[in-house]
């Protein structure tokens, strides 16, 4: 699995941006509805942000669990985190970043097209619903962003680079003989 990167969400919000607002005129000039989320798909991406919250916290909870319960417990008795489950953060998160970048860009294609329409439309609904899923968008990139921060491991050896690989050791054996065992 890949890491998120800032370029790509950006990268893949500004393809949605000019995608639809090229829809938009398309659609636009043949008098058809226009190509937003209704209303009530906020709520969805409110579930979906507050899962992958609810799932960040877990997290959270286990790597950290002084800090994030407000109370010190002991590391013994903790049920383990299911590795499982935190790759399923990461996934979840990373998911979420692209739709909320996806979301965010589209809207804000359609939402340019709309500002030009601003002073010869009687109801300017079609706008104020681009601008809460640009806010909505915007919102859940940065949370998945966040969240696939988080999970990401530490490498073995604290002192050394992050990027070398096998993490953090120079090399996949170790010194002395080769890694491997002979018989005296």
């Known amino acids: 699995m890949r890491y998120l990167n800032l370029l790509s969400l950006v990268a893949a919000a500004a393809v949605a941006a000019a995608v639809g607002w090229s829809i938009n005129h398309v659609v636009g000039g043949a008098h058809r509805s226009l190509l937003i989320l209704p209303w009530a798909s906020l709520l969805a991406e409110l579930a979906a942000a507050l899962a992958v919250g609810y799932l960040w916290l877990r997290l959270r909870?286990?790597?950290?669990p002084g800090k994030a319960a407000g109370r010190r417990r002991d590391p013994a008795r903790r049920a383990p985190y299911d590795p499982v489950w935190a790759v399923g953060t990461a996934a979840a998160a990373q998911a979420t970043a692209y739709y909320g970048a996806l979301c965010a860009g589209w809207h804000a294609g359609i939402g340019v097209d709309q500002l030009a329409l601003l002073g010869m439309?009687?109801?300017?609904?079609?706008?104020?619903?681009?601008?809460?899923?640009?806010?909505?968008?915007?919102a859940l990139a940065v949370l998945g962003w966040v969240v696939e921060k988080s999970c990401r491991l530490p490498p073995d050896d604290p002192d050394a680079e992050e990027e070398t690989p096998y993490g953090g050791r120079p090399d996949p054996y170790p010194t002395g003989e080769g890694g491997y065992a002979r018989d005296h």
């Not at 909870?61 to 950290?64: K, L, M, Q, V």
């Open 61 to 64: 909870a286990y790597r950290n």
């Open 121 to 138: 439309r009687s109801t300017q609904e079609p706008l104020w619903q681009c601008i809460a899923q640009v806010v909505a968008g915007i």
